[in-house]
């Protein structure tokens, strides 16, 4: 009896020195790097392309990257601490920012699949891959061009620290997404597709499904709890995580209560249908046109309903 006792204790010890060791390897090797070849791209832009890359870059890139107490891409702390400390990177044309040291080419691919200059995936940041090539090319020339949001700032950022759980996931779940041949151009004739185009390429699906970990970028749609709300968002304050709402068609718990102008007072104001307010970590798409946010609503229209009842403003810890 007591010989299988020792044995079995000398099992579990080897099996606390394995797991031990694999933490220790996981929290002490670097963030996994991985290989992609860079486009071989060179953009030039005419004015209504830069004209379209702002109004991207307006709805999209400068949520993150604009400071906070100026109209320049200059980054800063992201809120969410989930990974550790993350910045958003200076996009402006200082020549010491992030943006100068890309070339269109890196850029391009940084903006399809995630994947930095140095090889290692970018957190928190989504990936364009649906982003038609046309769109593309807009947001690259617009950020090369001259404007008060990429106005020189030579603010500097210290570089990321990932926690022990991004540096896990890096290692086994947070990888590149893949490089597409081409995107071809959305119909903006066609509502319900150009909402979809909005709807995957602004992340609204991010936030709205279930949990960021059933997000799938390659296939959007086929997203856990697509549209469902739920997910647990941090709060700006940082002091709790309020849950998603949820925008499939449902008549009670989702779109229902709300008809195309309530929707569009709600991206752009944070109002409720009910005239209460949405939380601040929901941002205001003031740039939106009126044909994107009627796109958006006729696309969330088809949507798979599904039954998910969120109290408004409910917050978890």
Known sequence: MKKALKILGMVLLGLVVIVLLGAAYINFSPIPKHEAEVPAI?????????????HLVNV?????????????MEGGLWREKDFGEVYAS????????????YSDGELALMLRTGLKK???????????MHLSDEDLNAVIAFLRSESPLTRPSDKQWPERKPNY???L?????IKPTPYPETVAAVDFNDPVAHGRYLAHNLACYHCHSGSFDGINEVEPTASAGYFGGGNPILKKDGSAKVLSSNLTPHPDH??????????????????????????????LFTNLTDAEINAMYAYLQTVPVIDNAI???????
Request: hydrophobic share 35%.
């Open 169 to 173: 996931l890096t290692k086994v779940a």
């Open 311 to 317: 109290e408004p403003g409910a917050v978890v810890k």
């Open 90 to 101: 200076n996009l402006t044309l200082h020549p010491d920012s992030k943006l100068s040291q």
């Open 254 to 283: 989702g779109l229902g209560k709300y008809s195309p102008e309530l929707f569009a007072k709600a991206v752009r104001t944070g109002k409720r249908h009910d005239g209460s307010n949405l939380d601040h970590s929901m941002p």
């Open 165 to 167: 759980l991004a540096k």
């Open 60 to 72: 999209s890139c400068a949520l993150c990257h604009k400071g906070k107490n100026t109209n320049q």
């Open 118 to 128: 140095n090889g290692e995936v970018a957190f928190f940041m989504p990936r364009y």
């Open 42 to 54: 060179t953009i030039k832009a005419d004015s209504a392309q830069l004209a379209r890359g702002e």
